[in-house]
C-alpha cells in the first residue's frame, strides 16, 4: 500500500493524477482493521473532505469553507459539569478559531461566526 500512496501524492502534486486514481486511491485507505471509512465528494471544481470543503474560483484558486455532514450533530458540554471552568470557557474560542483556520474567505468565516452564534 505504501508504494500505491506515495505514487498517488507524487502524481497528483504534479497535477497529472485522474479522478479515478482518485477514487482507487480512497479505497485503498478503506481497507483497514480499524473500522475507519473516508468519505469523499468530488466535482469538476469542488470537493468535500472530512470537514473542509474545496472549491476551485473562477480563477483557479483553491478556497476552503467549513464542511458538515448532513448527519452531523452538535455536543454539548454542560457550563455546570465537573469540568475545569477554563476549559468550559476555552470551548467557544477554540470553535471560532477552528473556523477561522478553515474558510479562507472572511465572508464565508462570518457565515460560520454567525451560525455559532445563533
Do not use: W
Request: glycine share 4%.
Amino acid at each position: 500500500m505504501a508504494s500505491k500512496q506515495y505514487d498517488f501524492i507524487s502524481q497528483h502534486r504534479s497535477g497529472k493524477g485522474t479522478a479515478q486514481e482518485l477514487k482507487d486511491f480512497v479505497d485503498i485507505l478503506n481497507m483497514n482493521d480499524k473500522n475507519i471509512k473516508l468519505i469523499f465528494k468530488a466535482g469538476r471544481t469542488d470537493m468535500d473532505f472530512l470537514d473542509v470543503r474545496l472549491n476551485a474560483d473562477t480563477c483557479g484558486y483553491i478556497q476552503t469553507d467549513l464542511f458538515r455532514k448532513e448527519t452531523s450533530v452538535n455536543s454539548l458540554l454542560q457550563a455546570d459539569s465537573a469540568h475545569p471552568k477554563r476549559l468550559i470557557s476555552s470551548i467557544p474560542i477554540a470553535q471560532f478559531l477552528r473556523k477561522r483556520r478553515i474558510c479562507s474567505k472572511d465572508s464565508d468565516f462570518q457565515i460560520r461566526a454567525n451560525e455559532l452564534q445563533a
